[in-house]
């Protein structure tokens, strides 16, 4: 509905290996995949479950997505986005503007630099949570935002930092 509270989760893929037949192609590294989990759990035990799960087509991105799922007991299939590999922030915010009405909590998996300027983009300023966010965006890395607004009109500045997290395991 309409100006009904909203959450937004944005975060970035989780610990990949350093080499594969592509950069697209690169998979989670073990540890990239506990952590994921450990994200999940996180999420879960606030509460969590997204309606819509936005996530890159790289394969890390959804193997984290998995990983996460897996942590948190969701069985949510994702929707894949293979833009949300290259997207910039603004694209990515495109996308998320994109949803009905009728979604009340997203979840986006995907790359720096872009989810850290998502983040940063998004964050109203007010949130206490903001404050672990300043810096680093590490591999993991989770904001989770309230918003009181339909998707479509969501713009810098318009939703409020309520946790911030690093997934590890």
Known sequence: MPGSPRTLVVMRHAKAEQAGPTDFERELAERGRQD???AGGWLAARGILPDVALVSAATRARQTF???AQGAQWT???TLDRGLYAADP???LDLVRSLGDDVSTV???GHNPTMAYLATILDDGEGDAAVGMTGAFPTSAVAVFTYDGTWGDLAGGGARVTAYHVGRA
Do not use: M, N
């Open 36 to 38: 994921g989990a450990a």
């Open 76 to 78: 949510l299939e994702p």
């Open 107 to 109: 979840v986006v998996i």
């Open 66 to 68: 998995t990983s996460v």
């Open 90 to 92: 603004d694209t990515a």
